[in-house]
Structures are given as structure tokens and as C-alpha cells.
């Protein structure tokens, strides 16, 4: 596992300063105000990077790695991270097939969230922890509600915006909770991931979302209404 981890890890950091365009570095660290340097690569880039070279190295190694290389090699770009994109990499090794959905990678994304503190590292893994959910519903959903309570801001918008991909398999009951326990919030990202939770799941039950406002217009920011309501009439 060691050498995979490893040819992982260093296949990922040689791919990323190939495809760097070191004239958008400077731009984006500005925009991120990221303390962290930029190599100039962009996200989109970056997850195609990455699929791609698990991808190689599945065909050189006769299939994929496996959970625990993944989760490692992960890790090791996170946090001996030198430039923003290595901590992209990492979490979109936390999609890649073996690792989506399971519960092992939970305790590396509770520390992406906490460490990484900003909303594109927050926003990148909100939907592996949906996915968790989606699997290990009886688990995760316990651990969600008590992020939606935490002193940690990440964690609450962690726990408000993590089931933006699950339609109609939305636990209704855990974004009731998560978006009851954060009304009052002042934070901007908390309030924007409450309208942003709710206009998404509007596309599945309109109903649903305009009772639900309505019922705490009172209580819901003027940010978190406006984007609750955008799309509805």
C-alpha cells in the first residue's frame, strides 16, 4: 500500500505542476484569500487530473487502488499540502468509486472542514458526507446533527449543505433539524447555505420549501428567504 500511496501521491503533485498556467496563480489566491500559494491550476482541471491518474494507475496495476491507499494518499496531499491544488486533489480522491460513501473517510472529512476553514474546501466534501449519509443513514445522520450544533461554522454549513444532491431521498426531518438549530446564525455562510439547502430541494417539493418558509419567515435571514425563494413564484 506504501508504494502505491506513494506513486499516488507523487503522480498527482508531477500532474499538477504540468498542468499549471502560473499567470492565474496570483488571481486566485487573491480570490480565495488563501494564505497558501496557488500553482494555477483550475478545479476543473485538477478533478480531471486526478481521475485520470487513478485511472492509469488501475490499468498499470491491473485494477484500482484500494480504500485504504486512497484514504492515504488523501491525506498526504492534505496535509503536506505546498499549493491549494494538492488539497483538491485530495478531496476529490474522497469521490473516487472505492472511497464515495464510506464511512472510513469520515474522520479525514470532519478535518478537511475544520482545518481547511474556507467554503471551497467545505463545499468540495459536503456531498462525500451525503453520500455517507445515503449509505450509513442510521451512523451519519446522529453526527450531522450534532455538526449542525457545533461552535465550528464550517460544520454547521457542512451539515445544512450536505444532502444538496439527494432529491427525493432528502432526509426531510435531518434539514428541518440542521436548518431549525442555525436560524438565528449571523454567520453569512451559514445563512447563504440555508437558502441554498432550500432552493435546491425546491426543484424536488416546491410545496414542501414554501410551507417551510412560510412557517418561519419570522425567523429566516433576509439572505436565507431570498435564496430559499428565488425559483418559487
Not at 491507499?69 to 469521490?95: D, I, K, P, Q, S
Amino acid at each position: 500500500m506504501v508504494a502505491v500511496t506513494g506513486g499516488l501521491v507523487e503522480e498527482i503533485r508531477a500532474g499538477l505542476r504540468t498542468a499549471a498556467e502560473p499567470d492565474r496563480a496570483p488571481g486566485m489566491q487573491r480570490y480565495m484569500r488563501s494564505a497558501m500559494p496557488f500553482l494555477g491550476v483550475r478545479v476543473p482541471v485538477v478533478r480531471a487530473l486526478v481521475r485520470a491518474t487513478v485511472t492509469e494507475m488501475a490499468g498499470a496495476a491491473g485494477g484500482p487502488p484500494d480504500l485504504p491507499a486512497l484514504l492515504a494518499a488523501a491525506t498526504t496531499l492534505w496535509r503536506e499540502a505546498g499549493v491549494r491544488e494538492e488539497r483538491y486533489a485530495a478531496t476529490e480522491l474522497l469521490a473516487v468509486g472505492p472511497v464515495r460513501g464510506r464511512l472510513e473517510a469520515l474522520p479525514l472529512v470532519t478535518e478537511v472542514i475544520v482545518t481547511g476553514a474556507w467554503w471551497d474546501h467545505v463545499d468540495a466534501v459536503a456531498p462525500r458526507v451525503g453520500a455517507m449519509l445515503l449509505a450509513r443513514p442510521a451512523t451519519v445522520g446522529p453526527v450531522v446533527r450534532d455538526w449542525s450544533r457545533d461552535a465550528d461554522r464550517w460544520l454547521r454549513r457542512a451539515s445544512i449543505i450536505c444532502q444538496l444532491a439527494a432529491r427525493e431521498r432528502t432526509d426531510l426531518a435531518l434539514l428541518t433539524d440542521v436548518v431549525d438549530a442555525n436560524l438565528a446564525d449571523p454567520e453569512f455562510f451559514v445563512r447563504k447555505a440555508i437558502g441554498w439547502a432550500l432552493r435546491q430541494y425546491a426543484r424536488t417539493d416546491p410545496a414542501w420549501v414554501l410551507a417551510f418558509v412560510a412557517d418561519r419567515r419570522a425567523r429566516l435571514s433576509p439572505l436565507s428567504y431570498r435564496e430559499a425563494v428565488k425559483h418559487l413564484s
